[in-house]
C-alpha cells in the first residue's frame, strides 16, 4: 500500500513525534509505501521514508496549518494514495491519530464569548469538526478513555470509527535493559554527586507541562533538602522566562534547562523523582517512560495516563483544581522519604513487567492497515 503520513512539524523530542515516527516505521516495516508531508523536519531523514516538505508562508499558525492542509491536497489528488494519516487535525483523514486534548472541550473550559469570534477559533473548530463529527468517515486511534469522553461530548462520534490503542514504550527503555550498575555512571556522567537528590523533568512546551510549578515546588522546600537537589529540565522550548522564575525564587544553582538530548533513558536511571505538573495533557508519553525505567513520578490528574501511575503505585498524581501546595507537600515527601522512594521504584518495575506498555506502533499500524479506504 502507498500511504500518506501528515504531521505538521517534526522534531525528535516530541512525544507526538516519537509516536508518529514509530508508527511510520512499523507501517514501512511491513512492506508498505510510507510518504510523509510536513512544514518542517528537524533531525535525521530515515532512508526508508520518503519525506515531503510543504512551503507555507502565513505568519500565523492557523494560516500555516490551512496552507499546508490545501497544499497535501493538492498533492494527493494529483498522486493519490490508499490511506491518509493524521496526526494534526484536519479535513480528508482516513485515520486520525488523537495526541491532543478536545478543543471544543479545552474552549469550553477556558475560553470566553469573544474568543470564538477569532480566525484561531474557527480554524481550529474547523478542522476538528471535519474528524469527529458524527457522520464523518474517518477512523480515530485514541490513547485515553478520557479523550473518548470529550470527543463524544462534543460531537457524538460513533463507538465503531473509535479505536482505544495501548501505551508504546521503546522496550529499550525498560530497566532491566540498563548497563550494570547505570545510577553511578549515569550520574557521574553528568557530574550528579552521590549525596544529591536528582529531580528530572522531561516536555516540549514548558507552560504546559508545568515548569512554573515545579520551580516554585522546588523553592518550597526546606533549605536542607533544597540545597541537595539538582533540578534537569530537557524540553524544546525558550528557556530564558523560566530560567528568570528560577533566580526571582532563588534556585537558579539548582536548576539546569537542555533544549533537547538523546539521553533521556540515562537521565531517568540517575534520576531520583520525575516530576511532570503539566497543566494540559492529553497522555504524557514520558509517565509511561518513567515507569518503564523504574522512576517515581509526580504528576497531575489532567495528564490522560496519570492513572497508570495510581495503578502502579510508583508516584502521586495531584487532583484538580490543582492546588500549588498539593504538590509541594508531594514533592518535599518524596525527597524526605528514601524508603518511600524505594517502594515506588519497586512498583514500578513491577508493572512494567506485567502490564502492556508496549505495543501502540503494532497496534495502530494494524488499524491503519486494516481499516477501509474512506
Not at 478513555?145 to 463507538?159: L, M, N, P, V
Not at 557521574?188 to 512546551?205: I, P, T, Y
Not at 532563588?250 to 536548576?255: H, L, T, Y
Amino acid at each position: 500500500m502507498n500511504i500518506a503520513f501528515c504531521l505538521y512539524k517534526y522534531f525528535p523530542y516530541g512525544g507526538l513525534q516519537r509516536d508518529f515516527m514509530r508508527v511510520a516505521q512499523t507501517v514501512a516495516a511491513r512492506g508498505h509505501h510510507v510518504q510523509i508531508f510536513t512544514q518542517q523536519w528537524q533531525g535525521e531523514r530515515p532512508e526508508h521514508l520518503d519525506i515531503h516538505l510543504v512551503p507555507v508562508t502565513a505568519r500565523t499558525n492557523h494560516g500555516r496549518n490551512a496552507q499546508y492542509c490545501a497544499g497535501v491536497r493538492k498533492y494527493l489528488a494529483q498522486h493519490p494514495v490508499d490511506k491518509v494519516v493524521g496526526f494534526n487535525k484536519m479535513p480528508g483523514l482516513d485515520v486520525y491519530y488523537a495526541a491532543d486534548v478536545c478543543y471544543a472541550e479545552k474552549v469550553e473550559r477556558e475560553k470566553g464569548f469573544f474568543y470564538k469570534l477569532t480566525s484561531r477559533y474557527k480554524h481550529y473548530a474547523a478542522f476538528e469538526k471535519a474528524v469527529f463529527q458524527q457522520g464523518e468517515k474517518t477512523d480515530i486511534l485514541l490513547l485515553t478513555e478520557g479523550q473518548r469522553h470529550d470527543f463524544q461530548k462534543h460531537y457524538q462520534t460513533e463507538d465503531s470509527r473509535i479505536h482505544l490503542l495501548p501505551p508504546g514504550i521503546y522496550p529499550d527503555r525498560k530497566y532491566s535493559n540498563q548497563i550494570p550498575d547505570s545510577r553511578r555512571i549515569y550520574r557521574e556522567k553528568n557530574s550528579v554527586g552521590d549525596d544529591r537528590l536528582l529531580l528530572l523533568q522531561v516536555g516540549s512546551d514548558f507552560r504546559r507541562k508545568g515548569v512554573e510549578r515545579s520551580l516554585r515546588a522546588l523553592a518550597a522546600l526546606p533549605q536542607a533538602i533544597r540545597q541537595r537537589v539538582v533540578f534537569m529540565i530537557v524540553g524544546q522550548d525558550k528557556a530564558a522566562k523560566y530560567q528568570d522564575i528560577a533566580r526571582q525564587l532563588g534556585i537558579a544553582d539548582n536548576v539546569r534547562f537542555f533544549v533537547g538530548r538523546d539521553d533521556i533513558s540515562e537521565l531517568m536511571a540517575a534520576a531520583d523523582v520525575l516530576i511532570h505538573p503539566a497543566v494540559q495533557e492529553a497522555a504524557g508519553i514520558v509517565l509511561l517512560e518513567a515507569i518503564v525505567a523504574g522512576l517515581p513520578v509526580i504528576t497531575t490528574e489532567v495528564c490522560g495516563y496519570a492513572h497508570h501511575i495510581e495503578k502502579a503505585q510508583c508516584g502521586a498524581v495531584i487532583a484538580e483544581p490543582f492546588r500549588q501546595e498539593a504538590l509541594n507537600h508531594e514533592l518535599r515527601r518524596a525527597l524526605e522519604d528514601e524508603p518511600l522512594r524505594e517502594s515506588w521504584v519497586r512498583h514500578a518495575r513491577h508493572y512494567a513487567d506485567t502490564a502492556d506498555l508496549y505495543s501502540l506502533a503494532d497496534k495502530a499500524a494494524d488499524i491503519i492497515l486494516g481499516c477501509e479506504h474512506a
